[in-house]
């Protein structure tokens, strides 16, 4: 549905035709809610009672038929070459978010199964051969495994976008959405190694009890509470997924409060106040 950022008019795709790997029983679509409770971690957990953010934040573009070269970056302080090249949308423009310094790109190309994720996506206007520069980029095949192609531009190494829920799953409410979502941790996780299904980290936090990859869901009385007062259909739909399949630690931001990815739609109904007290560690 087409809105407006800002000046320019942008459109959010349908990409329910797009299979995000589904064949290769991804993590992310595992239920979880049979899984023994890590008792100790979720013990920890409880002491930080922070709010969990449900605001939008991740926009999606389809990707366009021209190809652009995309500066990027190997190592801190240096770029790549030879330059990368992925397809912008919407006439040369890209969408990004901007509610942090970081700004993220992700863009689908349902025709050619491909998936694009780049960081500190922006424009560069001292290098005329070169409009666009991003810190990192990953390009996925989805018609390969997940687990084959390079990690994401995610903490944890695991492609965002599969995580985030569809407006029409959520429409749906309760089963709507099949799957994990990803978690966000203000400040930063465990220096621990990561566990599976994450690929990498970014953890820092000596001591906390919150690792990439760790999977969290509901807790019974929370799920009862929360159905109880849910007010819209995309309510229930999250709060159903949430103690299904739960969320997978993937990423880590600056001190501005824990979050659960959601795409940047004028059509979600979210009316959820969570806090962390609310969820416990599986094992």
């Keep these: 549905m087409p809105t407006l950022v800002g000046d320019r008019l942008r459109s959010i795709p349908d990409t329910s035709d797009v299979s995000w790997w589904s064949q ?18 979720t013990a920890r957990l409880a002491e930080f009672d922070d709010r969990v953010r449900t605001n939008p934040g991740v926009p999606l573009q389809l990707a366009g038929p ?8 190997s190592q801190p302080g240096t770029w790549r070459n030879p330059i990368p090249t992925v397809p912008l949308p919407l006439q040369d423009q890209v969408w990004v978010e901007q509610r942090t310094t970081d700004h993220n790109w992700f863009a689908v190309d349902p025709d050619a199964g491909m998936y694009y994720e780049a960081s500190e996506m922006g424009p560069v206007w001292f290098w005329a051969s070169t409009p666009w520069k991003a810190g990192y980029i990953r390009v996925y095949n989805l018609n390969q495994r997940w687990d084959a192609q390079r990690a994401s531009i995610t903490g944890g190494g695991l492609p965002m976008w599969p995580m985030v829920p569809r407006i029409a799953d959520l429409d749906e409410g309760a089963g709507g959405v099949q799957h994990a979502l990803h978690f966000i941790v203000s400040g930063g996780y465990s220096s621990e190694p990561h566990i599976a299904p994450a690929r990498k980290t970014d953890g820092t936090r000596p001591g906390h009890p919150l690792r990439a990859g760790a999977r969290l869901r ?15 259909a995309h309510d229930a739909a999250v709060i159903w997924a949430l103690r299904h399949h739960g969320v997978i630690v993937n990423d ?32």
């Design 24 to 41: 290769y029983l991804p993590p992310w679509e595992q239920r979880i809610d049979g899984r023994a409770v890590d008792v100790e971690r």
């Design 66 to 73: 021209k190809m652009h070269r995309v500066q990027h970056r």
């Design 218 to 232: 509901l807790t019974e009385a929370a799920y009862i509470q929360l159905m109880a007062r849910a007010q819209t």
């Design 252 to 283: 880590r931001t600056a001190p501005v409060g824990h979050a659960i990815r959601f795409g940047a739609s004028p059509d979600l109904k979210l009316t959820l106040q969570l806090r962390l007290i609310d969820f416990e560690l599986v094992q």
